[in-house]
């Protein structure tokens, strides 16, 4: 068995460095805000400014919505924004989309294409012909495919509404539906 002395450690060394790791991934963040804002090269000050500068538009387009109007806003000084999609006040998903251009050309754009994604018509998937005492009971009691399950409506006014964005060349990611 060894008899070397280990040297004192300083106290608190540990709890130190782990405090100091946690504040430096904190300051580092994923480049975006606690709103969902990317930040792209501008700090959380300039998107505060931004933010306060976009007040006028977001005033002179009330029939758009706050939220529609300041994303185009800010899109338009190129941050990336979220989108959400809504009907009523179910809200359906989100994306985050990048922008390009004009701002109040933006805000026709979010809103035709929320129109458009909302009125798509799903596709009909046409059911196989089930004959037989399984197929039919399994048609029965999963109507929906029991492994795999085609998209739900909703799915699909998400989807369609990425798409038109996309179609109109916007840069769109993160489609994401809200359970």
């Known amino acids: ?18 405090a100091g790791g946690l504040l430096a991934l904190a300051l580092a963040g994923c480049g975006t805000t606690d709103t969902g804002i990317g930040l792209r090269g501008q700090s959380a000050k300039q998107l505060e400014e931004d933010r306060a500068r976009c007040v006028p538009f977001v005033q002179a387009h009330t029939d758009a919505g706050a939220d529609l109007a300041e994303a185009a806003c800010l899109a338009a000084r190129g941050y990336q924004v979220p989108l959400v999609l809504s009907q009523g006040p179910a809200r359906i998903g989100f994306l985050n989309v990048l922008g390009r251009g004009d701002a109040s050309a933006m805000v ?5 294409c929320q129109v458009e994604g909302l009125r798509t018509p799903m596709p ?3 059911d196989t012909d089930t004959s037989g005492i399984f197929s ?3 048609s029965k ?4 495919g029991m492994i795999s399950h085609p998209p739900t409506p909703d799915d699909w ?23």
């Open 141 to 144: 009691v999963f109507p929906r």
């Open 136 to 138: 039919n009971f399994f």
């Open 124 to 126: 009909v998937i046409k």
């Open 157 to 179: 006014a998400l989807k369609s509404f990425a798409t038109c964005l996309s179609r109109k060349s916007y840069a769109v990611s993160n489609v994401t539906r809200y359970e």
């Open 1 to 18: 068995m060894p008899t070397g002395r280990h040297a004192p450690r300083p106290p608190l060394t540990r709890p130190l460095a782990l």
């Open 108 to 112: 026709a754009d979010f809103q035709a």
